[in-house]
């Protein structure tokens, strides 16, 4: 019985040794887990801390790039802009100008901000800075979404004249016979033969919904510009933009004529006439413009006629 009993004391202070370890090993895992997971709640903030400084800097580095390659002063005072109204300063050393197609047609932006600390605050660590880059881009226009289906010559004096392209001047357009009979400055944007007035109507309304490149292009066969459809259409665009193409020259004639176009310009519609069924005038002013496509090919010999692209290179 001695014997006996001497052994169940042995193993219940055995026992009573292994479970406080275990209390202790339990307490420790369990600081080492609350540190694991206040670390990646730290992690986490600071990686949504720099998603949206880069989110930030993305959108004041394309701004910027709207002015650009002309105005390197004023891109940098829209960045600074931008960047206030996003909430952290943006100073002269985090912007600089770059060409890569173009003397200063690129802008840089780069910018740093405190993210907040949580657990880490613990040790010390009140914040950690995060920073962010962006660079955009300037380029022409090369293929154009939305297009209007009106043409207009290169030789107009605001596009081709002496220290032009002119914008803001008033002016107006003709809508008539553009140099060969059954021509009369309309375009099939999609290659169709004698689109209806309607179709024409919803692309000076809407837009042509798909990429249009520059070069050759069929002419819309008649004077449709005078439907009541066209009309509305015009109509509901006074004092808005319209992009334009622009030709150099027609080749052929009457239902095969073709424009060649070679580059695009804003138009903005402040008013339109139109006399009886052959002619008629849009009445308003060049503009420059920031649109939707693709940049134009470098070198490609495209007239720089104010519409331009702006992309995010990095």
């Given at each position: 019985m001695d014997d006996t009993s001497?052994?169940?004391?042995?193993?219940?202070?055995?026992?009573?040794?292994?479970?406080?370890?275990?209390?202790?090993?339990?307490?420790?895992?369990?600081?080492?887990?609350?540190?694991?997971?206040?670390?990646?709640?730290?992690?986490?903030?600071?990686?949504?801390?720099?998603?949206?400084?880069?989110?930030?800097?993305?959108?004041?580095?394309?701004?910027?790039?709207?002015?650009l390659p002309d105005d390197t002063a004023t891109a940098g005072v829209m960045a600074k802009s931008y960047a206030l109204k996003n909430g952290y300063t943006l100073t002269d050393s985090g912007i600089s100008f770059s060409g890569v197609t173009a003397p200063n047609d690129s802008?840089?932006?780069?910018?740093?901000?405190?993210?907040?600390?949580?657990?880490?605050?613990?040790?010390?660590?009140?914040?950690?800075?995060?920073?962010?880059?962006?660079?955009?881009?300037?380029?022409?226009?090369?293929?154009?979404?939305?297009?209007?289906?009106?043409?207009?010559?290169?030789?107009?004096?605001?596009?081709?004249?002496?220290n032009c392209p002119c914008f803001n001047t008033q002016t107006t357009l003709p809508l008539d016979k553009n140099g060969a009979p059954g021509a009369f400055g309309l375009l099939d944007l999609d290659e169709g033969k004698g689109n209806g007035g309607s179709t024409l109507a919803d692309w000076i309304l809407n837009g042509y919904n798909a990429a249009l490149s520059l070069g050759d292009h069929s002419s819309n066969t008649g004077a449709k510009f005078n439907g009541t459809g066209i009309d509305q259409a015009l109509d509901a665009r006074i004092g808005t933009v319209l992009l334009f193409p622009v030709f150099d020259k027609i080749t052929a004639q009457g239902t095969g004529a073709i424009y060649n176009i070679v580059a695009w310009v804003g138009f903005h519609l402040d008013s339109y006439k139109i006399n009886g069924g052959n002619s008629g005038t849009l009445t308003g002013y060049f503009t420059t413009i920031t649109w939707q496509g693709m940049p134009a090919i470098a070198?490609?010999?495209?007239?720089?006629?104010?519409?331009?692209?702006?992309?995010?290179?990095?």
């Open positions: 001497s052994r169940a004391k042995q193993a219940i202070c055995r026992w009573r040794d292994e479970s406080g370890q275990a209390i202790v090993l339990s307490a420790v895992w369990m600081i080492v887990l609350l540190g694991m997971a206040g670390l990646v709640i730290d992690v986490g903030s600071w990686y949504r801390a720099q998603r949206n400084l880069q989110s930030d800097a993305d959108a004041a580095a394309l701004a910027a790039a709207q002015e802008i840089t932006i780069k910018v740093k901000a405190p993210a907040p600390t949580y657990f880490t605050k613990l040790f010390g660590l009140n914040s950690v800075d995060v920073d962010a880059k962006a660079t955009a881009k300037a380029d022409l226009l090369g293929d154009a979404r939305w297009v209007a289906p009106i043409t207009v010559n290169i030789k107009h004096p605001l596009l081709s004249g002496s070198n490609s010999g495209e007239p720089n006629l104010g519409a331009r692209i702006i992309t995010l290179t990095n």
